[in-house]
């Protein structure tokens, strides 16, 4: 950490000798921050019909975008008030602002521009600027200007060096002193007093109370722990809200805090009104725990439905938490004895254990412009989120935590994300492994290939995990025909014209197998192949002379045999489609408005303009290809727990076929249909083969869960340990 200090060191010295603020600039890369207040525009000039424009303003530093503002529509003197922090790579980049106006659907109309000379300004200190646009094709017209302010200062690191070297300068009058007396380590003091995490999912309002004339509310939430606040989004005319939302808090205090959460209504032009308040003593949570409070609210009606995880910050050696590891057998053996196949029906929704041994990463990316990384890694099964602690300006990081869950659904996937903590913005991804719990070899520390946002292709870095999972196989079974845990934080669905063509593809390529099932009949009645003709004539007059209907189920058995079969036999055809496994890489990449290549950006642009239909498209391809891709890797084994159980199942309902006439089946069926409502009021109605499907990853998710092969030079040091059961 000190050899990272050294260049502002070297860089502070020169102002402390009374050297001009002018020489900064020449520091090493990365060492700036310059903080962007836009105020607002003034006489722009008019680009649509009505003559007026809807005009927003992006800031390139380098060529690359670094921030856009909102559109301010119908409006030549718009006011943003918009606030932007940016590192500076070097100040002698200038700044490049670009102002365009908006256009639905078609090619946004350019403005003007202007240059900011980043080396005119004096650091540490807040400058107004206004700028006048021009367009270089029309250099005498009169464009408008951009008003804004601006404050240029070294990082903050740099900052607090500075004003210690000023303190021990006060203190001495020689210039050169010991760097350790400075005690560099006080630079991260905030985060060494950091007790934990508290990450916080805002999942719901329930029956809130009503503000509006209309007998309805526009609610939103505000959390503040100590200084630390956060808002939510304004969900408009409802009294029953859904947010999804989730943000960290950093806990200071060891015996916890008390987080204040109060509930607004948002009221256009008027003051907001207020619903109600509740509050969560972390003190009486558990820690590394994920837990599920719902809390009334006070000086209101309705209920918020939350998840409040806590998570120790500090790192602790595997070898120390001995006691709480697999490793101490006498524990093991409880956790063994928890889930024997005698304790079957000792609470059906405990299914197994699951334990994950975060160790380390190495070769992470450069997140940061100082070619560091500040990484942190968030281990989620299900809604269960729990968080490691952040390992300062390394790219090989060793956590060394342990996390245990207790499993609800054995056909779960556990996700492993790292993220680059950023003190000013949100956290910066860096890599992602899921892995599905039925894959997992027990005590085995293995290497995880990170991978993209998608989980479509590798990313820089490795992972190192040691994954323990215990299960009931029954308890298992019987929850897979149970309706599947609902996750409240999920990735939104968004518009991609790559993601569109996919999932047509997809659903294209199972139509496709039943029109050719369909031809092939069709060819057996018209004779096509004389021999294929009769074999099918002879097997119609035998199986329906001699059909019975448990017939239907070992038709499903012999297949899943024959498959099988082919797999033992190392004659295995199943393959997924390579549209699937070559997916293209959907990422998040900003759509650059002033694109000189319209083509492209045409077909966007119009799919934008009916958006809400074209994601229902979407989503409906997926879920009818999906679906046929789940049947066909049933049968193709492609998770045997699923196909063995799916095997149980038919040889069940081939037996009572056999045996018992059908209106006794469907007898029994009609009386448990008609009277589960009585017997259970508060039971979810599900259908058992959907749910049994829901478990079966599509071929896209098999993509997705699939382990990527490893660099040979990042080969984990494998250790087996002696694991009963």
Known sequence: QLDSFKPGLSQTLPSMCGTSNADFPSADPGMYQLDITLRRGQHLAARDRGGTSDPYVKFKLGGKEVFRSKTIHKNLNPVWEEKASILIEHPREPLYIKVFDYDFGLQDDFIGSAFLDLTSLELNRQTDVTLSLKDPHYPDHDLGSILLSVL??????????????????????????????????DLHRKSQLWRGIVSVTLIEGRELKAMDANGLSDPYVKFRLGHQKYKSKIVPKTLNPQWREQFDFHLYEERGGIIDITVWDKDAGKRDDFIGRCQVDLSTLSKEQTHKLELPLEEGEGLLVLLVTLTASAAVSISDLSANSLEDQREREEILKRYSPLRIFHNLKDVGFLQVKVIRAEALMAADVTGKSDPFCVVELNNDRLLTHTVYKNLNPEWNKIFTFNIKDIHSVLEVTVYDEDRDRSADFLGKVAIPLLSIQNGEQ????????????PTKGVIYLEIDVIFNAVKASIRTLMPKEQKYIEEEHRLSKQLLLRNFIRMKRCVMVLINAAYYVNSCFDWDSPPRSLAAFLLFLFVVWNFELYMIPLVFLLLLAWNYFLIVSGKDNRQHDTVVEDMLEDEEEEDDRDDKDSEKKGFMNKLYAIQEVCVSVQNVLDEVASFGERIKNTFNWTVPFLSWLAIVALSVFTIILYFIPLRYIVLVWGINKFTKKLRSPYAIDNNELLDFLSRVPSDVQVVQYHELKQDPSHSPSKRKKNNPG
């Open 152 to 185: 240029l200062a070294p990082r903050e690191e740099q900052r607090e060096v500075t004003m210690l070297m000023r303190k021990s300068w006060k203190r001495s009058s020689k210039v050169t002193f010991s760097i350790q007396s400075l005690r560099l380590s």
């Open 446 to 457: 293995k290497a995880y290939v990170l991978k993209n946002k998608q989980l479509t292709g």
